[in-house]
């Protein structure tokens, strides 16, 4: 404890090489590398998704089109397609 006289304080590193700093930009670093599956899974949804809506919405609109299945059963199997075809994150 020093009350009464001057400290003399030298740094040696800037505030950027902390360590809180390091930990922060570790963390930054591991959310940008992803893992290959996650990449693998990035691509396939890319096309998986927009493939699962497309059939969904044909399921919806061509079978009362073409017989005699009402409407209102068309649109209830394709939002059950929808919700079995579509994982939650």
Do not use: H
């Not at 590193?13 to 922060?24: F, K, L, Q, S």
């Not at 059939?55 to 299945?69: E, R």
């Amino acid at each position: 404890m020093n009350l009464d006289a001057a400290l003399e304080v030298e740094v040696t590193r800037g505030a950027d090489d902390n360590t809180i700093a390091r930990v922060i930009r570790l963390v930054e670093e591991a959310q940008a590398a992803k893992a290959p599956i996650a990449r693998f899974i990035d691509r396939f949804a890319y096309y998986y998704m927009p493939a699962v809506v497309l059939l969904a919405l044909l399921m919806a609109i061509v079978p009362p089109l073409v017989s005699t299945m009402a409407w209102s059963e068309s649109i209830y199997r394709a939002l059950a397609l929808l919700l079995i075809a579509c994982p939650a994150r």
